[in-house]
């Protein structure tokens, strides 16, 4: 399944706004829960990154590691990721391992949502 991306800036103000924030070395994420049945994403990288070849492959590797973890995730809520400067000196895999980390303190992935209604 294809990732819906979010590209309205009122979409990014309003998971800016109203969303949860959850920082990381290589990212910040915020998380906003939303009434569609999809998961959207919008990726921020800023020019403090570097140029834009270096922007771009940060885009990639958020692009990658969120294509891993995207089945895991329920629906309903859009992400926006804004990268840090460190993510240029990482791979996706770790990038992912981050990603999994975050999501899953969140409460967002289908296994937490299975444990939760067993307890």
């Excluded at 924030?21 to 919008?42: A, E, H, I, Q």
């Excluded at 990726?43 to 590691?65: D, H």
């Excluded at 995207?70 to 629906?75: D, F, K, W």
Aim: include cysteine; charge should be positive.
């Amino acid at each position: 399944m294809k990732i819906v991306k979010l590209k309205e800036n009122r979409d990014f103000r309003r998971v800016y706004n109203k969303g949860k924030s959850f920082v990381n070395p290589f990212f910040v994420v915020y998380v906003n829960k939303t009434r569609w049945d999809s998961v959207r994403l919008g990726i921020t990288v800023g020019k403090k990154i570097g140029s834009a070849v270096k922007r771009n492959r940060a885009k990639r590797v958020i692009t990658a590691a969120f294509s891993t973890v995207y089945p895991q995730i329920q629906a309903g809520y859009d992400f926006v990721i804004v990268a840090r400067t460190r993510i240029l000196n990482v791979k996706s895999t770790e990038v992912t391992s981050h990603l999994l980390k975050i999501l899953n303190s969140v409460g967002v992935l289908k296994a937490c949502q299975d444990e939760e209604t067993v307890n």
